[in-house]
């Protein structure tokens, strides 16, 4: 048995997962319409990034290995010519890295809420401002980190939204969107606190009929994932600081209950840490293990640059895991405790740090 120092709190966690089994890529269950590839051979990883310049063939090579990549805003941001936006320079890099390899599914990333000034959308909205751009009592555009909020609260803004992810789904190349923001607006409430509360009210409503209806809008074979929230309309989600959201044990738990919870049925889970230290990635890998179903990807990076750890390839990635045996259970004791069991009695338990 493994030993490894106790989780904080009153919150122990252990797992026991599968070795290798006795299987092959023959035997592997069919993916639904749309899902990207998956197997429990080695562990299941994804990319999401973005990098100054395009992609050369060394990234390609990299990004190859990945069953589920999401090109970030600034995708070639510093590439010419200049004047391309970022839906294009984003299209670009999609066809780059699918005529590499067409299995591999590629997210169109597109922020819910923020503005960003790279992208051809907000030159629109620049210029409608008054509808596109939500605005506090005295009639100064919201935002976050210095971009301009989205006001969701118009039908007129989400129809230029879809439109942009319409347009990109055209090109052949997208196989669906990384929505950020995509958790409900009132969970960031205090960021709006100078919005007349029915405005407010009609952004949290245009959000979430935005976010319902958005797979429907493009049909089952599209993949919407949001970034920090569960819809069961979506395909699935982003847990972008899994375990570790500001030193949160009840978080962390909550976490990896949601974890199970969100892969019980066909949805994507995109399990990631950041930063990305022996700690961080020690512990969330063990919750990985415990949690994950079909369909959960991990990823411990410090950013979302190609600089901050998305060409950078684990040992572990490329050792033997094998298919659970079965689900992680809860048993009830004076501490939560959570096991998963595996085919040769291995046993880990979940670290803060190993000792």
């Known amino acids: 048995m493994a030993h490894f120092a106790s989780f904080t709190l009153v919150l122990i966690l252990g797992a026991s997962f599968a070795a290798r089994s006795e299987c092959n890529e023959n035997e592997l269950v069919p993916e639904p319409a749309g899902f ?7 562990l299941p990883v994804f990319w999401h990034a973005w990098g100054r310049e395009i992609f050369n063939a060394s990234t390609l090579d990299f990004i190859n290995r990945f069953p589920l990549v999401t090109l970030e805003k600034a995708t070639s941001g510093d590439e010419a010519p ?11 890099a999609a066809q780059l890295v699918k005529k590499r390899n067409s299995t591999i599914k590629v997210l169109f990333y597109l922020n819910s809420l923020m503005d960003w000034k790279m992208y051809e959308l907000h030159q ?16 100064k555009p919201v935002e976050i980190k210095n971009e301009s909020v989205f006001n969701m609260g118009s039908p007129q803004m989400r129809q230029i939204w879809l439109n942009t992810l319409k347009k990109a789904n055209s090109s052949g190349w997208i196989d669906g969107a990384f929505v950020d923001k995509g958790g409900d607006p009132v969970e960031r409430q205090k960021e709006f606190h100078d919005v007349d509360p029915e405005k407010f009210h009609q952004l949290l409503m245009g959000h979430r009929e935005l976010m319902t209806e958005l797979q429907d809008t493009f049909g089952d074979e599209f993949l919407t994932i949001d970034n920090r929230q569960d819809y069961n309309s979506t395909r699935g989600r982003m847990f972008q600081r899994f ?9 962390a738990y909550s976490d990896l209950l949601l974890l199970m919870h969100e892969t019980s049925f066909p949805h994507i889970a995109e399990v990631h840490i950041e930063p990305c230290t022996p700690m961080t990635y020690n512990t969330t890998l063990a919750g990985y293990l415990i949690g994950a179903g079909r369909y959960a990807y991990y990823g411990c990076t410090d950013g979302f640059s190609l600089d901050t750890g998305w060409l950078h390839w684990p040992a572990d990635y490329s050792k033997p895991l094998g298919e659970p045996l079965s689900n992680a259970s809860t048993i009830s004791t004076a501490e939560r405790f959570c096991e998963r069991h595996g085919t040769d009695g291995s046993d880990s338990k979940h670290p803060s740090s190993s000792g």
Not at 36 to 42: H, L
Not at 83 to 91: C, L, Q, Y
Request: hydrophobic share 35%.
């Open 124 to 139: 629109y909205c620049l210029q409608h401002q008054d509808e596109m751009w939500l605005f506090d009592e005295k009639h």
């Open 36 to 42: 990207p590839r998956f197997s429990w051979n080695t």
């Open 82 to 92: 200049r004047g391309r936006d970022a839906e294009e320079k984003i299209v670009a």
């Open 243 to 251: 375990m570790l959201n500001n030193g949160d044990h009840a978080q």
